[in-house]
């Protein structure tokens, strides 16, 4: 059974930083991707950024381009987003997902994921 597990999340003033992590078990995606997306009230669930099982091709969407890093550790099966000059507009909750198969280009719907994490909250305030 594949587990997501997110920790990272909270209340974080506008211009502070985040770390979000996710921990991966239960199975491996040599082949797929890890991604983190977000949710705010009344909005759709977006890309925030995604990379490779591997840990190559990092993609960012336009919303955190410039501001967020995500990387991969195999040693600990996790997936990390460092989170900069956070804004009152990033406040969501960010999930953590990940895709089993291959694509040659990012994955960016939630619907080309198959497993995801329960969820943390980021509350930027201003």
């Known amino acids: 059974q594949v587990q997501l597990v997110e920790s990272g999340g909270g209340l974080v003033q506008a211009g502070g930083s985040l770390r979000l992590s996710c921990a991966a078990s239960?199975?491996?995606?040599?082949?797929?991707?890890m991604g983190w997306f977000r949710q705010a009230p009344g909005k759709e669930r977006e890309l925030v950024a995604a990379?490779?099982?591997?840990?190559?091709?990092?993609y960012y969407a336009d919303a955190m381009k410039g501001r967020s890093t995500i990387s991969r550790e195999n040693a600990k099966n996790t997936v990390d987003l460092q989170m900069n000059s956070l804004k009152s507009e990033d406040t969501a909750v960010y999930y953590c997902?990940?895709?089993?198969?291959?694509?040659?280009?990012?994955?960016?719907?939630?619907?080309?994921?198959?497993?995801w994490g329960q969820g943390t909250q980021v509350t930027v305030s201003s």
């Open positions: 990379i490779r099982w591997s840990g190559d091709s990092p």
């Open positions: 239960g199975g491996t995606f040599s082949s797929g991707f």
């Open positions: 997902a990940a895709r089993r198969n291959y694509m040659v280009l990012t994955p960016k719907r939630p619907s080309s994921y198959d497993y």
